[in-house]
């Protein structure tokens, strides 16, 4: 009985639960997500405030990143990109500072779930043009 029930725990580990509790340690699934999504490749990834690296690996470091805490870089990059879309990799505590760096009539609207990964968020966002169109 006690080896049944070991064997049972086992496989239901390998098999249900360790590959469930992996998808929340990897930004795997994240940027594959972003690579199904995308219009084409002109259609950029960033990577705001964040050290996980894997966002680095998975897009063979095709990746814009902004890890600083001073947001200088990423606004200067939002200026020079107004009226594009992109996706954005972040914690989904940082979701709402992130937002508020964009300009006037941008948005970003996420595309996964806490389900989907409980550490960070994809969002696809849109800079308005300088015009306000």
Sequence with gaps: MLLA?????????????????AEHWSTHALVDRY???RRDAQEPLLAFQMNWK????????????????DTSHVRTWMEAHRGTSFFVLVEHSRL?????????????????TVRDNNKQVLAHAFIAPADGT
């Design 5 to 21: 029930t070991a064997l049972g725990l086992a496989a239901f580990s390998v098999n249900v639960y360790l590959p469930d509790l």
């Design 96 to 112: 709402e500072s992130f937002r508020s760096l964009m300009p006037a009539g941008s948005r970003a609207d996420a595309v996964t």
């Design 35 to 37: 690579y199904a999504m």
């Design 54 to 69: 894997g966002e680095n690996f998975y897009t063979g470091n095709r990746v814009h990143v902004f890890q600083d805490l």
